[in-house]
């Protein structure tokens, strides 16, 4: 997931490096699940997934080539996703840059991970917004 602006400041300038070690320590793949980084596939059943067809892949590009769409929204357009893995913090605090609290995941695998996290982020906004006082 990209860096939030306002978390910027709190990552190390050598980031770009730390992160490639962390890609290349996962092997490019997803740490959750095992799926290869930048692949394009469908998901069907849980943990379960297709590339597409030659047929497919033949219509996906005919539509970057003519039909005046860029490839991502080619391949939404046909039902299909492109893997992007990226690093993430275990804990949550961006200035921990140990190995072991660093993962490479997948959308999905991160999204998973971070459910309760986020879950108790907003039930906090939420009960620190209802404390205001409207005056």
Not at 42 to 66: A, F, G
Request: aromatic share 8%.
């Amino acid at each position: 997931m990209p860096i939030k602006p306002e978390n910027k400041s709190l990552y190390p300038p050598d980031w770009p490096e730390i992160r490639i070690r962390i890609r290349n320590r996962a092997g490019n793949r997803c740490e959750g699940c095992g799926i290869a980084n930048h692949l394009v596939i469908k998901r069907l059943v849980e943990n379960s997934y297709r590339t597409p067809s030659s047929q497919e892949w033949d219509m996906i590009h005919c539509k970057v080539r003519y039909g005046g769409y860029n490839f991502t929204s080619s391949i939404k357009l046909h039902g299909f996703i492109r893997i992007v893995c990226t690093v993430a913090h275990r804990d949550h605090d961006p200035t921990n840059n140990s190995d072991d609290n660093l993962a490479f995941w997948c959308q999905r695998c991160h999204n998973r991970y971070d459910r309760a996290h986020r879950n108790q982020t907003i039930s906090d906004s939420k009960v620190k917004n209802q404390l205001k006082l409207q005056i």
